[in-house]
Structure formats: structure tokens, C-alpha cells
């Protein structure tokens, strides 16, 4: 092999490992993996706002994680605060309200309320009534999988821009 060919296939194989090294081409990031129930995507996706939406999905999902928090440090504590459902129900609305400032997502996003209320009553029950260790830990179950849910339409719709 002639030196000035060897040293030309030199050159050509150390470019192409170093253009290997560079990040030419873009990197493409799958959606966020569903955790399930309930399908909070579709509600939010309503909108065509998706920046506004993913926004919301996502001050939803911090507002479901704060109430879950809430029932669960009252629930650790010798004699709780929160000894029925009714009670849960008035700590929602309570900070619904603050957060919120008197505002409903689901006036925004007509499929919302609908959605959550199903799941929420498969999943907690109706019954006002006195609290057991097992309805309580339904609630900061509920509550966790609704963030859960709402941190995926919030990520997903921001994916999707």
C-alpha cells in the first residue's frame, strides 16, 4: 500500500470516529410511560392550548400531591384531624379554593371533573362516614395516582410541542 493512501485512510477513519462523537443528529425522547388510571390526558388535551394545558395538568397534580401529603402527616399523627370522609371531602374543596383562588379546572376542561369524580368513587367510595386506617390509605392512594396521572398529561402535552 502507498504511504499517501495509507495515511488518507488514516485521516478518513479518525474523522469518522470523531464525527461519531459529535451529536448531529437529534435526539428523540419517547413520550412518557401511562401509569394508568384515570386518563386525566384526555381532558386536559381538550384544550388547544397544550402549553397552557400541560401547565394546568401539572399545578393539578401538585395540588393532588399536597392533599395526599396533608392525609397522610394527619394520619401518622396520635389523633388525627381528619376522622371522615366528609371531613377529606372539605379539605379538597379547602384547597381547591386557595389554590386555585375560588377557580375550577374543570370549568376549564369539561371532562376533568367527570373523570376524576369516577374515579375517585370507584376507588375511595361515597361514604362520608368515620375513617378506617385501610379508607384512609385509599385516599392518599387515590390522590397519588390522580398526580400521578396529572404529571403524565402535563408531560406528555409538553412532549407533544
Known amino acids: ?18 464525527l461519531s462523537q459529535l451529536d448531529l443528529l437529534p435526539t428523540i425522547t419517547p413520550p412518557p410511560e401511562n401509569p394508568g388510571e384515570p386518563d386525566l390526558l384526555a381532558a ?3 384544550s388547544d392550548a397544550h402549553s397552557e394545558a400541560s401547565q394546568d395538568a401539572k399545578r393539578f397534580a ?7 401529603a396533608v392525609i397522610e402527616y394527619d394520619a401518622a399523627r396520635p389523633e388525627p384531624h381528619l376522622r371522615s370522609g366528609v371531613q377529606l371531602e372539605n379539605l379538597r374543596m379547602i384547597a381547591r ?5 375560588g377557580g375550577s379546572y374543570a370549568v376549564k376542561y369539561p371532562h376533568l371533573g367527570g ?10 367510595g361515597v361514604d362520608g362516614g368515620a375513617l378506617s386506617d385501610d379508607r384512609r390509605r385509599n385516599w392518599i392512594a387515590g390522590y397519588r395516582q390522580l ?8 408531560d406528555y402535552l409538553a412532549w407533544k410541542q
Not at 401538585?62 to 395526599?68: H, N
Not at 379554593?97 to 383562588?101: A, Y
Request: charged share 20%; proline share 2%; net charge negative.
Open 97 to 101: 379554593e386557595t389554590q386555585l383562588s
Open 62 to 68: 401538585e395540588l393532588c400531591d399536597a392533599i395526599a
Open 147 to 154: 398526580a400521578k396521572s396529572a404529571h403524565y398529561a402535563a
Open 115 to 124: 373523570e376524576i369524580k369516577t374515579y375517585l368513587d370507584s376507588q375511595i
Open 44 to 46: 386536559f388535551r381538550e
Open 1 to 18: 500500500m502507498k504511504p499517501n493512501l495509507f495515511f488518507l485512510l488514516m485521516a478518513l477513519m479518525l474523522g469518522a470516529a470523531g
